[in-house]
């Protein structure tokens, strides 16, 4: 199985995920949801990920194992966004489409 594929199946876009390490302003602890896959050429493959606070980035699967990235749950209510570049993730940020996906657990899983 590729790195690729690994990634992809470890981090569906949809997947909850927390920080084991401080990351793009982002406490460790805090929660994100992953937005896409890419690839750039034909080595390089991540996933972006979009933070509770706002911050966003791709990361590699090296990244992810030095930023301690670890899923937490499937978010299926942001589960068919598709990336239409930077502008359009802030406005639906903005407007709370990822919101559901913030959400913190709590302990009878509601």
Not at 4 to 33: D, I
Not at 80 to 94: I, K, P, T
């Amino acid at each position: 199985m590729t790195s690729s594929v690994k990634l992809q199946e470890a981090f569906p876009v949809g997947m909850v995920v927390t920080n084991g390490k401080p990351v793009l302003g982002a406490r460790a602890g805090s929660l994100g949801v992953v937005y896409e896959h890419y690839s750039i050429g034909s080595g390089h493959f991540g996933v972006g990920i979009l933070f509770v606070n706002g911050g966003y980035d791709g990361f590699s699967e090296d990244c992810t194992d030095i930023c301690e990235i670890n899923p937490v749950r499937f978010e299926a209510s942001v589960s068919d966004y598709e990336f239409n570049g930077v502008d359009d993730l802030m406005e639906r940020y903005r407007k709370g489409y990822f919101d559901k996906a913030f959400k913190p657990l709590t302990t009878n899983g509601q």
